[in-house]
């Protein structure tokens, strides 16, 4: 008697843990994203949030048939969300490192980076994080190239809410250079009007090359599963190889 009771709260509380899930599913998935960071996701000139990962979660959502959308969130306390619930998943240029594995769970990479300088076309050319060195340099807070040009000696460091007014401040000559992902340097050098003719990437910060991918909240195996089965489908399909080619991500 006492083993047919405890057989059927088991089975009362498994279909419970799957009903949950499928439910999850239907109503779909939210990712937190600081919308400042183009090509990856910004907002474009019709107020629409655009960019290579927001591609890639309309990709995932068509193909998997789950609803996935895109909440614009500030990049200081957009983890602080992931873990209080406030959305699902984290796409915003994300790098994995060690110190983020203990309180958040990572898909498998969709980009490689590194860190370039950015520095206007009329001033000198520098090339690595040694001519760096007596230099003023604007960074976005809290950003892997914030904490890459901190260990660098002899640099005066102006952290900023966004990358873009860093560069505005560059083109202002209020800095010497701008460090950022250079996915980040390539598109205000490379693929905006407004810069391309002003900017230029003149050297990179010495360092390991950093892997992009989504974030979840620690222990969601289930949407940590969803993601990783799309991004690997995607990437053999050649969806994510054409979506590099749209927004000039090499």
Request: net charge negative; proline share 2%; with cysteine.
């Amino acid at each position: 008697m006492k083993k047919s009771l405890l057989l059927g709260i088991m089975l009362i509380v498994l279909v419970s843990v799957l009903f949950a899930g499928g439910a999850k599913e239907k109503e779909g998935y939210v990712f937190g994203s600081d919308c400042t960071w183009p090509p990856l996701e910004f907002v474009d000139e019709n107020g629409e949030i655009v960019g290579f990962e927001i591609d890639l979660i309309a990709a995932m959502s068509e193909r998997s048939g789950v609803p996935m959308t895109v909440r614009n969130v500030a990049w200081d306390g957009i983890f602080a969300g992931l873990n209080n619930g406030a959305y699902d998943a984290v796409a915003s240029g994300v790098t994995v490192l060690e110190e983020r594995k203990a309180t958040m769970d990572f898909t498998t990479p969709i980009l490689e980076v590194t860190q370039s300088i950015i520095v206007n076309k009329s001033s000198a050319s520098l090339a690595n994080e040694k001519a760096l060195a007596g230099k003023t340099v604007g960074v976005q807070i809290g950003t892997t190239g914030h904490f890459a040009v901190e260990k660098i000696a002899g640099v005066t460091v102006k952290a900023y809410d966004e990358i873009g007014l860093a560069v505005e401040d560059l083109l202002n000559k209020n800095l010497d250079a701008v460090v950022a992902d250079s996915i980040i340097a390539a598109d205000f050098v490379l693929a905006n009007d407004n810069y391309s003719d002003k900017l230029t990437v003149s050297g990179s910060v010495a360092g390991d090359v950093e892997q992009i991918a989504m974030a979840v909240k620690k222990g969601n195996s289930e949407l940590l599963n969803l993601l990783n089965e799309n991004i690997a489908a995607l990437k053999a399909d050649g969806t994510i190889a054409a979506l590099k080619d749209k927004w000039n991500i090499l």
